[in-house]
């Protein structure tokens, strides 16, 4: 998939059809500065100046030459005494970025800023020797002048310094300049950043208002400047229609005074819109041209889509006036193996993955997105609730966003809002998880102080926060939020609803289900404090800590209330951090308000924290951290895409230890009813009752052999699954979930290894060590099994499977088309390949 550029990108052909020549290609430039940057880890040794490294002559000849994104904490090594908390990787401490470069002499007289997607933490830039400005929040998009200190015709030096402090998160953050860099030229007069806003006030069937703000800035002088737009349709690759559905001439001139911004809006009419939806992603673009006495000085391009977004008390979320449960799901900003460095074709993939499960909505736990999240989310189909922190005054950690949020909540919220407002994707502001302060008697006014910054930015959105309290629903806060979102508390819909009617109702986070893939554990029991044992947790999902629940008490809570909008699962996938319930992280402690479920807490930590806990990663994700489906993630499909005929038994059934032994199986499945065989004969058939969300054999006596689920819906054959004993394990399966690639340097290819039999059939709880070796014009940039307890680096081209299933990310390089061959092998197993095909861009 090509990423569509985002808000206030220039494309070079719009603006020479318009002003034709080498001057209008000029009026505004957004070009990748990625590539090229020396690096070195810490503060350099025996500098006199803590800053030293700023001046253009420092020498980093010996520091490290890499490109952006770039995460340095994933780069490991994984250490037993670091917190497992935060992944056992070192991601905190002082990182110098550095890169030479030249402007042209054409430049003289533009503006230069430099634009970073993201840092993590506590910026400062330099450009030849002198400060320029920064920005602490990790998770914040930002930009800086350069102006004033860049020289056109020479050579230029940005120098970058992060200072990531320990004990400031409760997962893993990464470390380093770890989303995109660009650099950015326009002429004086031009769109401000961000400078872009269109909304679609009225919208029906037949026709669509859409009203389109520009705020124009003039630098050095006053200007007499005009506006005009054109709206295009976009098509599913971004490319936009040969003529524009809806134009508004340049009328009214608007004097901009020196070194100030004014507004302009323009109103447009669309006839016959396509609207965006989850199932018709649909998208248009408004060209916005700025001319200064006839002379065009800008020309910005705003991705948008027409839709209308509602949530009701009664009904829940209606998009386009038709209900639509959201089927959510919580996500932390790790990609796994790759670690927090932004790669847009790993986004592309965990959303694939989820949107096969059945999602159709994220939430950005607990921070602004990377924004090629919101562009991947536009185009594919996703709503998103983008939230902005999960901490105000009251800290969770040490050294957290506490320390920052004073001086600089009202900068970072804004400056969200404002680069994530023409997104169709987003349907709503969080401004907080769990916050401390939800216990607090006047803690709802400082709620209300950041949804009045959040509406001043985008009245169109509502404004929501994540509440664990069930006193939050009572306490004032339920009266500055738009929306509700309770944390883990199916049981409290039917009261808050009936405390406040008028007040729509969603689970912002919910189940907080546990479990590793393919493990299995005896006897099963509902009780969720049982499961876990040797640092895993049972796949029968019926684990969760103390504050959570399993999948079946949240769907039991939403369908007994039906006025709920749905639910944000937490998560997703697994990530780097808080691996619960082997977790040495007192901030747990937070999510328990009852004191004698605090003590319980308190003594299992100190029990576990006399043990060494190896855990690296979260044990919550529906898929694991390699992106392999753990069994919950066919009972979330069940209930989320009833209309596809599917069946899944668990567990498998390769159990020679337990012959004769009760062996329960769970069944999930879109279907009515099922009836169970074990070698042909039958174990009964079941019927789901108003509220079983599974269907369960818990008598099942092991033997071995084959194992099979005939299901049936409304009285007729639907779905079917079957596992089966296999045999010793014999070869490796390898299979790509790409086989063409773009030769950029970017574009990646996941790649699973399967152990088997001699008949093909994958084989459980196999854990043979694989070596993975590459030719041809790429690398392996990663390698993953799900395990929560491989300490092994990610960049080891060895890696023991887990379960059967190993992972390989293999990435592409810059413009070096050709052949990759992948090979996987290991002691006693026959080994396999596949070929991949790098191709010129």
Not at 248 to 259: G, I, R, S
Not at 418 to 440: C, F, L, M, Y
Not at 487 to 513: C, D, R, V
Request: proline share 6%; glycine share 8%.
């Amino acid at each position: 998939m090509t990423l569509l550029p985002r808000s206030l990108t220039t494309v070079a052909l719009g603006v020479a059809l318009l002003c034709g020549g080498a001057h209008a290609a000029a009026v505004r430039e957004r070009q990748s500065f990625d590539a090229g940057w020396r690096f070195t880890k810490g503060d350099p040794a025996g500098s006199a100046a803590p800053d030293a490294a700023s001046q253009p002559a420092f020498d980093d000849a010996a520091w490290r030459k890499l490109d952006l994104p770039h995460d340095w904490g994933v780069e490991g090594p994984f250490k037993q005494e670091y917190p497992g908390e935060t992944g056992k990787l070192p991601w905190w401490g002082v990182g110098w970025y550095r890169k030479h470069f030249t402007l042209p002499a054409g430049d003289a007289g533009r503006r230069v800023y430099l634009d970073i997607d993201g840092a993590m933490s506590h910026a400062k830039v330099w450009v030849n020797g002198q400060y320029v400005g920064g920005w602490p929040y990790g998770y914040a998009s930002w930009r800086v002048d350069l102006t004033p200190y860049a020289k056109p015709g020479s050579d230029n030096v940005v120098a970058i310094r992060l200072d990531n402090p320990e004990k400031s998160s409760r997962w893993y953050p990464g470390g380093g300049i770890y989303r995109h860099v660009w650099l950015v030229k326009t002429t004086p007069v031009h769109v401000a950043q961000y400078g872009t806003f269109v909304t679609t006030p009225q919208v029906s069937k037949a026709q669509a208002t859409v009203s389109v703000q520009a705020t124009v800035e003039s630098n050095g002088r006053a200007a007499q400047v005009q506006v005009a737009t054109d709206i295009y349709t976009l098509d599913a690759a971004g490319k936009r229609g040969a003529a524009p559905v809806a134009r508004q001439a340049a009328t009214k001139v608007t004097k901009v005074e020196a070194d100030r911004q004014a507004q302009l809006t323009q109103t447009l009419t669309v006839p016959q819109p396509k609207l965006w939806s989850i199932a018709s992603p649909q998208r248009y673009v408004a060209v916005t041209t700025v001319t200064e006495n006839g002379q065009v000085t800008d020309v910005v391009e705003t991705p948008f889509g027409i839709r209308s977004a509602v949530f009701d008390a009664n009904n829940g979320f209606l998009l386009n006036g038709q209900r639509v449960p959201l089927n959510g799901v919580c996500m932390h900003h790790d990609l796994g193996a790759l670690g927090s460095a932004i790669n847009e074709r790993a986004l592309e993939r965990q959303l694939e993955l989820l949107r096969e499960m059945g999602t159709n909505a994220i939430r950005t736990s607990h921070n602004p997105p990377a924004p090629e999240l919101l562009d991947l989310a536009d185009r594919m189909g996703f709503v998103v609730l983008d939230e902005a922190f999960d901490m105000w005054h009251e800290k969770k950690t040490p050294n957290d966003y506490h320390t920052s949020f004073d001086e600089w909540h009202e900068k970072d919220l804004r400056a969200q809002i404002r680069r994530d407002r023409n997104h169709p994707s987003v349907i709503a502001w969080s401004t907080g998880n769990e916050i401390p302060e939800q216990g607090k008697p006047e803690g709802w006014k400082l709620a209300a102080h950041l949804a009045e910054i959040a509406r001043g930015e985008d009245r169109t959105r509502p404004v929501t926060s994540a509440y664990n309290h069930t006193d939050s629903g009572y306490n004032g806060f339920q009266n500055v939020v738009d929306i509700f979102g309770y944390n883990y508390k199916p049981g409290e819909y039917g009261k808050m609803h009936a405390s406040a009617p008028y007040l729509p109702i969603y689970g912002s986070e919910t189940a907080s289900t546990v479990s590793s893939r393919g493990e299995y554990f005896f006897p099963v029991s509902d009780d969720k404090s049982k499961g876990a044992a040797n640092f895993q947790v049972s796949s029968y999902d019926l684990t969760a800590p103390p504050w959570a629940t399993s999948p079946d008490v949240e769907f039991k809570g939403q369908d007994d209330n039906p006025f709920v909008a749905g639910e944000f699962v937490w998560t997703g996938f697994d990530y780097l951090g808080e691996p619960t319930p082997y977790n040495d992280d007192t901030t747990n402690l937070l999510n328990f308000t009852d004191p004698a479920q605090q003590a319980r807490a308190a003594q299992e930590l100190a029990t576990l924290k006399k043990i060494a806990m190896p855990s690296r990663s979260s044990y919550f994700g529906i898929i694991d951290l390699a992106g392999f489906k753990k069994d919950r993630f066919y009972l979330y499909q069940a209930r989320w895409r009833p209309e596809l005929p599917m069946a899944h038994l668990l567990p498998h059934w390769n159990w020679p230890e337990r012959v004769g032994q009760v062996t329960p199986v769970h069944l999930y499945t879109s279907g009515d009813e099922a009836e169970l065989f074990l070698n042909g004969k039958s174990l009964g058939r079941k019927k789901r009752g108003p509220r079983d969300y599974r269907l369960r054999w818990d008598d099942v006596v092991y033997q071995p052999g084959t194992l099979k689920a005939v299901v049936y819906k409304k009285g007729k054959r639907w779905a079917e699954d079957t596992v089966a004993t296999t045999g010793a394990p014999a070869k490796l399966l390898v299979s790509a979930d790409r086989a063409k690639l773009r030769a950029d340097g970017k574009d990646l290819s996941f790649v699973t290894v399967t152990i088997a039999d001699k008949d093909g059939r994958p084989v459980p709880r196999t854990h043979d060590r694989i070596t993975f070796k590459l030719s041809g014009p790429g690398a392996i940039v990663a390698t993953d099994n799900g395990d929560a307890t491989d300490l092994e680096a990610f960049q080891s081209l060895q890696r023991k499977a887990f379960n059967g299933l190993a992972l390989a990310i293999v990435k592409t390089k810059a413009g070096e088309a050709g052949k990759l061959t992948l090979t996987a092998s290991a002691d006693g197993l026959e080994g396999a390949q596949v070929t991949l095909d790098t191709q010129a861009q």
